[in-house]
């Protein structure tokens, strides 16, 4: 399993005017691809309609000191017009990585995120997750004050939760392995805030079976429960993200050199796929979908909860 980890070549506004999962059959505007992360690993980038707001940049140097391993910053942001395909009550703006599992082991999923400003769209806001849901970050806007949040297992109730306070760099590890019996997975979920190294907060036996692949996604999504369109500010709502990685085993240190790390060639798909590295397979499947709500319940859920993600 590679490396995956944030560019230090920026991409400037004028070069990805949008980013959004899957792929685009319309006829206005054409896909673009861009490989622009290191370790030789890459992204899907559809460059859907080149007159509408930019939503993503790469700066090379937005975080310091860089933490795991990783100085680079990718500014992703969300409009009245961040939609894919015909999903109007969706507004999304999101990258995307097909991801093989660690089988043996652990699949370790790292990532940092921060907002200078509050939400402007007092939405839920799903962040970092895995097309299955096994996992989720998310940013309850709709509660004053805002929450970050730790879903698992594809259900409502918060795993774990604390106040989204903006110009805050929150840090998210979670690890999933294969349960010791059945085919569920064990979620071990690790969290810091600054330049803290990360700090295991819990450990939870799911349901959810246990993935080989992974579709990883990180970015701003959220979606309406009636199907009408979400009311958006006029405003772009812009969130950071930095530290970007998957492992095949756990790392909690802030401070990581990249410099041993692997490399694989990328390769740029075919028109209505998704891009992958060679070590990743592809998954396919329909964008996620999960109602943009949360709720605050018990601490910890067990095996025979089940999953209760609507679709």
Known sequence: ???????????????VSRLVYGHYTGQQGTRTHHAFLQQSTSFSIWHVTPKQPSLCLLTQDGRSPGYNGDTGVATIAVDSKAMFKAQNNFRRSELVQNIAANAAGATFFRASVMKEDAFLNPYAWQMIFPESHIFEIRVDATASPAKIIYLNNGTWDAKW??????????????????????NGSVLEFYTSEGDKDLALEAT?????????????HYGLLTLTDDNSDPKMNAKQDIVSYNGVSVEAKVSTAASISSTGAKSTTSSTANEGSLSTETTATKTG???????ATATTAPATVKSSDGCARRN
């Open 204 to 216: 939870h036996d799911v349901v959810t079976e246990f993935p080989s692949t992974y579709e990883f």
């Open 1 to 15: 399993m590679q490396r995956l980890m944030l560019s230090t070549r920026a991409v400037p506004y004028s070069t």
């Open 161 to 182: 939760e604390t106040e989204f306070v903006p110009g805050t760099w929150y840090n998210f590890g979670i690890g999933v392995s294969a349960a010791k019996s059945g």
């Open 285 to 291: 499947g329909a964008p996620a979908d999960t109602p």
